[in-house]
T-cell receptor
């Protein structure tokens, strides 16, 4: 059945290490997104991609990097330059045809990253 | 500058009563609005949406109202059920931006008491 998956659900890393979070979708969606959620706060956009091999910075891109080599996959790397990486990371996708009615995003279950 | 605001961090209602969650926005270019529901440690799920050409959209127990002049929308849940207890996020997008690039509010935690 179709959906969006993120792995792993929990991830622990030592300070100073880069870490890559996986996001895969089989919904045939063009657009994919990465958000970060901190306690008591909403979803803040890190990066988004409208099409393969293209992506744009969101509101809090510093310290993060992404790639979009395949339509189904949009991995996020949290680099050592990210000053406060411990957070809940959510990946999402949408049809992304350009019409507002396709703005509905489908979210993965999230990855909780803890940097020790 | 937060463009989408949910001023009530939490709301508690009795089962069977109406829940009203509010959302205000500042960007007049927003023309599509969505509500998402989120349980702890899970991703949000889409609940209901409304286009700026409408002022009301209804889906079962859920109704969203849009007041463009006031830049305000609300989500009504009636009757409320304990399973509705979750965090509700309001989101807004503008047709002139890339589709799907929604701006989210901080969320309102709804607790429905049995």
């Amino acid at each position: 059945d179709g959906g969006i998956t993120q792995s792993p659900k929990y991830l622990f890393r030592k300070e100073g290490q880069n870490v890559t979070l996986s996001c895969e979708q089989n919904l045939n969606h063009d657009a994919m997104y990465w958000y970060r959620q901190d306690p008591g706060q909403g979803l803040r956009l890190i990066y988004y991609s409208q099409i393969v091999n293209d992506f744009q910075k969101g509101d809090i891109a510093e310290g993060y990097s992404v790639s979009r080599e395949k339509k189904e996959s949009f991995p996020l790397t949290v680099t050592s330059a990210q000053k406060n990486p411990t957070a809940f990371y959510l990946c999402a996708s949408s049809i992304g045809t350009g019409a507002a009615s396709t703005d509905t995003q489908y979210f993965g279950p999230g990855t909780r990253l803890t940097v020790l | 500058d937060q463009q989408v605001k949910q001023n009530s961090p939490s709301l508690s209602v009795q089962e069977g009563r109406i829940s009203i969650l509010n959302c205000d926005y500042t960007n007049s270019m927003f023309d599509y609005f969505l509500w998402y529901k989120k349980y702890p440690a899970e991703g949000p799920t889409f609940l209901i949406s409304i286009s700026s050409i409408k002022d009301k959209n209804e889906d079962g127990r859920f109704t969203v109202f849009l007041n463009k002049s006031a830049k305000h929308l609300s989500l009504h849940i009636v009757p409320s059920q304990p399973g509705d207890s979750a965090v509700y996020f309001c989101a807004a997008s503008a047709a002139y931006t890339n589709a799907g690039k929604s701006t989210f509010g901080d969320g309102t935690t709804l607790t429905v008491k049995p």
